[in-house]
């Protein structure tokens, strides 16, 4: 079955540091996969996707991921960190196989001004 | 403006007292989907619907149903809510079934069942 593990709850950066939300999966085939974002009493936004070509993709407000398929890891990066990035963050994939869009835990990100 | 609107947004009721969700979409989309947010659990995915009069389960669809009637309405129904069903309520859509666009969610409803 598929699944998504975000392994940390939380993740504090300091405001101009690099940060990094990470993100492994498993799934029986090719995956799509997504970061999304949820701001206080809101839904969730997207950010970016993974479906296939260059592993490195770039998304909203300068995000990026990497998709790594030997690791099975789709990390989100960003090179520089802003206060207004402190959110709720989460990890989704898509089996090809299925219809079923599977989230992980989510990851709080704080950044420290 | 394209969105997915859930209403309400907010809802206390008692245990027992069947209840409805409402989703609809102005997208035209084919797929759409319900989740449940709880602290430390993520968002799991109760019921999805690949188009008009087709639905399936997802991870958690004990004590909810859906229908899909029209393409752009996904209301969910709890028939007898219970305490266990206290969460918040997402409603999703994306264009189709091929897998790779994005989700739309909606605003979200907060239920507390007492």
């Known amino acids: 079955a598929q699944s998504v593990a975000q392994p940390e709850d939380q993740v504090n950066v300091a405001e101009g540091n690099p940060l990094t939300v990470k993100c492994t999966y498993s799934?029986?085939?090719?995956?799509?996969l997504f970061w999304y974002v949820q701001y206080p009493n809101r839904g969730l936004q997207f950010l970016l996707k993974y479906i296939t070509g260059d592993n490195l993709v770039k998304g909203s407000y300068g995000f990026e991921a990497e998709f790594n398929k030997s690791q099975t890891s789709f990390h989100l990066k960003k090179p520089s960190a802003l206060v207004s990035d402190s959110a709720l963050y989460f990890c989704a994939v898509r089996d090809m196989g299925n219809d079923k869009i599977i989230f992980g835990k989510g990851t709080r990100l704080h950044i420290l001004p | 403006e394209a969105q997915v609107t859930q209403n309400p947004r907010y809802l206390i009721t008692v245990t027992g007292k069947k209840l409805t969700v409402t989703c609809s979409q102005n997208m035209n989309h084919e797929y759409m989907s319900w989740y449940r947010q709880d602290p430390g659990l993520g968002l799991r995915q109760i019921y999805y619907s690949m188009n008009v009069e087709v639905t399936d389960k997802g991870d958690v669809p004990e004590g909810y149903k859906v229908s899909r009637k029209e393409k752009r309405n996904f209301p969910l129904i709890l028939e007898s809510p219970s305490p266990n069903q206290t969460s918040l309520y997402f409603c999703?859509?994306?264009?189709?079934?091929?897998?790779?666009?994005?989700?739309?969610f909606g605003s979200g409803t907060q239920l507390s069942v007492l």
């Open positions: 999703a859509s994306t264009l189709s079934g091929q897998g790779h666009e994005k989700l739309f």
């Open positions: 799934v029986s085939g090719n995956p799509y």
